[in-house]
């Protein structure tokens, strides 16, 4: 909270497999942040009654908490966000697995947004999350969700929160730190307005003081935006030891 945070993000779904188990753990883990705390909380679970654990629990001092991770698959979380007057995170992941464009993240987007109007839900609540996937593995995904969140923001204009799990980009990568502080950048200039973060390792504060001129910032940007497929250069640059600091500070970093 200290570095900025507006939701703390709470996940049990790893606690257990069983439902009466994770149930619990919502519950005590929502009191006991709000014991700690006037965080606004977010509730974040595959399963529908863990969610409504965490709303029951929720003393709500900062307003109501923020449902995330619903899908197209997972219409009920939206009836609950309406229901309960909650925000709502939204991926826009298919039927048939996840997008493989930019085209097809706006087009889940926008039947996400169709349901959400349905319902009288505001643009406002919704926080649309275009799904951040690795570089290491596909090296168009960086330009796929920066290309989904341009085209949305420029559809639905400043209402619609558009977001993501920002560092998931850099999985897999050296210098995560670095990558993962020219991602969050790259978000914001093409028109994301927030991001599911850690801001102690990555303080939206000192990012955008930093430099964009450097060969460090470059070589980042084109591993992240497909320019540089794979990171082939990006990799010899931190091999050779030319990224300088800014990469001796991020190895290994979440």
């Known amino acids: ?26 519950e005590w883990l929502v009191a006991a942040v709000e014991d700690a705390t006037d ?49 709502s995170s939204w991926a826009p992941g298919g039927q048939h697995g996840m997008p493989a464009s930019a085209g097809e993240r706006v087009d889940n987007a926008t039947r996400i947004i169709d349901e959400a109007t349905r319902r009288g839900i505001a643009l406002s609540r919704l926080y649309l999350d275009a799904l951040v996937m690795p570089v290491a593995v596909e090296p168009e995904v960086g330009s796929w969700f920066l290309g989904a969140v ?70 980042a940007a084109d591993l992240l935006t497909g320019r540089d497929p794979f990171g082939m250069e990006f990799l010899a640059a931190y091999r050779a030891g030319e990224l300088g600091a800014e990469a001796a500070i991020s190895h290994g970093s979440r």
């Open 1 to 26: 909270m200290d570095a900025g945070a507006d939701y703390l993000d709470l996940n049990v779904d790893e606690a257990s497999n069983d439902l009466a188990m994770r149930v619990a753990a919502m």
């Open 39 to 87: 965080a606004a909380i977010s509730l974040d679970s595959s399963a529908p009654d863990v969610m409504r654990a965490g709303l029951a629990a929720a003393a709500r001092r900062a307003g109501a908490p923020l449902l995330n991770s619903a899908s197209l698959e997972r219409l009920d979380v939206l009836d609950l966000a309406g229901a309960e007057g909650c925000p």
């Open 150 to 219: 341009h085209t949305l923001r420029e559809r639905y204009g400043p209402q619609i929160h558009l977001t993501g799990g920002l560092s998931n980009v850099s999985f897999g990568l050296p210098a995560r730190r670095l990558l993962n502080d020219v991602f969050i950048k790259l978000a914001a200039d093409a028109g994301a307005d927030s991001g599911i973060i850690d801001p102690v390792a990555s303080d939206p504060r000192r990012i955008f003081a930093q430099d964009r001129t450097s060969r460090a910032y470059a070589l």
